[in-house]
């Protein structure tokens, strides 16, 4: 009897353990498929340590971030996704030279609520959802991008967001406007994002939303991208093979970003538009 009892435990050890490798290599390839999904629709590129001990601290004009675009479209990027605010106007030249570039491949601009910094700028209604929908975050200020930039963008979504927890969709002055993580996906995925109850679908893929179009992100522990410097994208040191064809996101992550948890804060929107 004890001899039996025996196998059986042995037996049942034995398919618990194949079934949590079957498990685990399953996981592994959903990760993989996932970073190889991202990768191939997405670049990204950082204003890094290495670019600020060449070009000093961030910010910089906006002329340098022109020729970074301008480099984009040459070597053949689908858009490219700006993680900076531009609410405020800077040098003459550098605003003109970022709206002569946004004249030459698709050009994505973020805002967001502030109610006490922002200003009451509205947002041209072709960047609204078109219809009102349940939003978790409103208001009627904000860091609102330029009128003459904002002219040439070919998207423009809102950031309101330090947590898993992610918007979809915001109210600004009573319209309902994308966030910035939509817009990236409707230019990677070249499908426009559909609202339903419960979520937003781009073409035949689907989130799941909750009843006011937050999403809740599941972080990875790795990063599925690998961030190209900006100083060799300007230097032009980066490969077309690794643009062409993507959204590229350029944003900040030098020791210098400001974080959430452990990582910099546009690192952070990296992993929520990942997830």
């Not at 990760?31 to 961030?58: H, K, N, W, Y």
């Not at 030459?104 to 078109?130: M, T, Y």
Request: charged letters at 25%.
């Amino acid at each position: 009897m004890n001899r039996h009892l025996g196998q059986l435990y042995r037996g049942a050890r034995v398919n618990y353990l194949r079934a949590m490798v079957r498990l685990l290599l399953a996981f592994a390839c959903v990760c993989v498929a996932r970073a190889s999904d991202f990768s191939s629709r997405f670049a990204v590129v950082m204003i890094d340590d290495q670019t600020e001990a060449q070009l000093g601290p961030f910010p910089y004009d906006r002329a340098i971030i022109a020729r970074a675009v301008e480099t984009c479209a040459e070597k053949g990027a689908k858009a490219v996704a700006l993680k900076f605010f531009f609410d405020l106007p800077k040098s003459g030249a550098g605003d003109e030279a970022l709206r002569r570039a946004m004249t030459k491949i698709p050009v994505l601009l973020q805002a967001r609520l502030e109610s006490i910094e922002g200003s009451d700028q509205p947002i041209p209604d072709k960047f609204s959802v078109g219809r009102e929908l349940p939003t978790a975050i409103r208001g009627d200020r904000g860091w609102i991008p330029l009128p003459m930039l904002l002219e040439k963008a070919a998207g423009c979504g809102f950031v309101d967001f330090d947590s898993p927890r992610i918007p979809m969709v915001e109210t600004y002055q009573r319209k309902t406007f994308k966030s910035f993580i939509v817009c990236c996906l409707e230019a990677a995925l070249d499908k426009p994002a559909t609202f339903s109850p419960n979520q937003v679908a781009f073409g035949n893929r689907a989130v799941t939303l909750d009843e006011r179009n937050v999403f809740l992100a599941r972080f990875s522990l790795t990063h599925p991208w690998k961030a190209l410097s900006l100083i060799r994208l300007l230097e032009r040191k980066v490969e077309a093979e690794e643009l062409k064809g993507r959204v590229v996101v350029i944003g900040w992550d030098s020791s210098k970003t400001p974080q959430i948890g452990k990582v910099g804060i546009h690192v952070y929107y990296l992993q929520a538009l990942a997830a």
